[in-house]
């Protein structure tokens, strides 16, 4: 999760995919980086399960099994989770199964699992007919943080704004475009990738798309609310997982983004 964020702040690359939460994390180890847009504003890790775990409430893991892909704040959602629904966290085993979240889950070897998206591993569990529970992680206690953002170099955010305004236009015309024409979506995704599941990914597609463009009310496509981000910057510091809290404005600007006015 981390590498993309990397690339920007080295300068190789103008624009990554990331996650808010790799942002407070890369600001705190000191890279020149800032969210420029939310591509999916709303949390998509999920506290997933089958029916057969009888899990219907957080407060159903005591004794369980969560598998979780090893990413160290994952600890801390089900933690905060845990402590929320009144679970001791010693009463829950965690896992770390990397990638192999859906596999834990279908073999029995969790009973949760912690990390998947509902977007994807909630869909390709539903698409085989296993009806799977998916939770939010933030109706369970977490704050609410934007999944999917795109991080650009504090430098060229100065230097060169108006390229990545321009790109951000761009994207969501294209964002429109798809929303849209949910087949049309479907196939350039399946043309762009090697060997995806024609079924599963318009499966897939459909299930993002509305996600790609909530009612923001009067703030532009790709907007971050900085009460949010400085909310869950405090979460992350009080759980020790950064050594400061930041301000929203050393996080994210939203400057850049279609209809917005510079200062």
Not at 182 to 203: I, N, Q, R, S
Not at 240 to 255: C, F, K, S
Request: hydrophobic fraction near 40%.
């Amino acid at each position: 999760p981390s590498a993309p964020i990397k690339q920007v702040a080295a300068g190789r690359a103008d624009l990554a995919i990331s996650y808010e939460p790799e942002v407070l994390l890369a600001r705190d180890q000191g890279l020149p980086v800032v969210a420029v847009g939310a591509l999916v504003p709303s949390p998509l890790t999920s506290l997933i399960s089958l029916p057969e775990a009888k899990i219907t409430d957080v407060a159903d893991l005591r004794g369980k099994t969560v598998a979780t892909a090893g990413i160290p704040y994952q600890t801390d959602f089900l933690e905060t989770m845990l402590d929320e629904a009144g679970v001791p966290p010693d009463d829950v085993e965690q896992v770390d199964v990397g990638l192999n979240l859906l596999p834990a889950v279908l073999s029995g070897r969790a009973d949760a699992i912690l990390g998947g998206f509902l977007n994807v591993e909630g869909v390709d569990l539903e698409e085989r007919g296993r009806d799977p529970r998916v939770i939010p992680v933030d109706e369970l206690g977490v704050p609410t943080y934007d999944e999917l953002v795109l991080v650009a170099n504090e430098d060229t955010v100065n230097d060169d704004p108006e390229s990545i305004r321009l790109f951000i236009a761009a994207l969501e015309r294209g964002t429109r475009d798809a929303v849209e024409d949910p087949a049309g979506a479907t196939d350039a995704v399946l043309a762009a990738g090697d060997g995806l599941d024609p079924k599963l990914t318009e499966a897939e597609v459909d299930a993002t798309l509305p996600l790609l463009l909530p009612d923001t009310g009067n703030h532009p496509y790709g907007y971050m609310d900085p009460e949010e981000w400085e909310a869950f910057a405090g979460f992350f510091a009080d759980r020790g997982l950064i050594e400061r809290r930041p301000t929203a404005d050393e996080l994210l600007t939203n400057e850049l983004l279609p209809g917005e006015i510079p200062d």
